[in-house]
């Protein structure tokens, strides 16, 4: 038998689940069976992200793949999606770097014309669930920019990185379904979250081709710090906060 709708959302409730009743009708909607019915709810009870339990996320009005264990792509997201898409021209290369399940990228092609699209993520399994969700071969799994064919070199257009940016000691005070069911490589930023943002950076303007543009996710308060290290790498920065999402981004341009 069925458990009763009002049920699942008094199960949820009970778990701390604070969009009970959105969930259920998403599980519901996606289980075919009663018995799988019960078992999703309380994989969602025992606190497995709901993504996970359902198996992909809405994202930029997007249904995604994603696998347990990969990064959940964020609503405050949605800025870098955006920033992005403004200044990708038609058939565009451009790079989805640290791409998770590869939802920045996905929404990207979907959103400017013709692009040239490439992903990387050093997670194996992040690799494979962005595979899912763009052309297998376009995926490549390394660390950063060791991951990527040499042939780009000099003519990315756009780089998107949704790189960690937590400060290690904050990660311990995030939600529990993020620490314990997200790989800690895709939250860890480092002492003060912008470990991988300089990286990122310090080698951006060998990849980007002249008048490129590098996007990066970061916290307000990291931005003044990505931004600096930017301009250490010969980009010319620029900061994109956004209050409805909570959002931050950092543009580097190479010069033409």
Request: charged share 20%.
């Amino acid at each position: 038998m069925a458990l009763p709708h009002s049920r699942i959302v008094a199960v949820l409730r009970a778990a701390g689940c604070v969009f009970a009743e959105d969930e259920a009708r998403l599980l519901v909607e996606a289980a075919t069976t009663p018995a799988e019915l019960a078992a999703m709810v309380d994989r969602r009870v025992g606190g497995l992200p709901l993504e996970h339990v359902l198996g992909w996320a809405e994202f930029c009005g997007l249904r995604v793949a994603v696998d347990p264990g990969v990064f959940v792509p964020r609503q405050r997201t949605e800025l870098l999606v955006r920033q992005a898409a403004s200044l990708a021209p038609s058939g565009a290369v451009v790079v989805d770097l640290c791409c998770g399940s590869g939802a920045v990228g996905a929404v990207l092609a979907r959103l400017v014309d013709d692009i040239d699209l490439h992903a990387a993520d050093v997670d194996p399994a992040a690799v494979a669930c962005a595979r899912r969700n763009i052309a297998a071969d376009r995926v490549h799994e390394g660390d950063l920019y060791a991951a990527l064919p040499a042939g780009l070199r000099g003519r990315v257009d756009l780089l998107v990185c949704n790189a960690p940016y937590v400060p290690t000691a904050a990660i311990g005070t995030m939600p529990p379904e993020a620490r314990e069911h997200e790989p800690l490589v895709a939250l860890d930023g480092g002492p003060d979250g912008t470990d991988v943002h300089r990286r990122v950076a310090a080698d951006a303007a060998l990849w980007l081709a002249p008048g490129g543009h590098l996007l990066v996710e970061a916290g307000k308060r990291q931005a003044p710090v990505t931004a600096a290290a930017f301009a250490r790498s010969g980009l010319v920065p620029c900061v994109v906060t956004s209050d409805e999402l909570d959002a931050t981004v950092v543009i580097g341009s190479k010069s033409v």
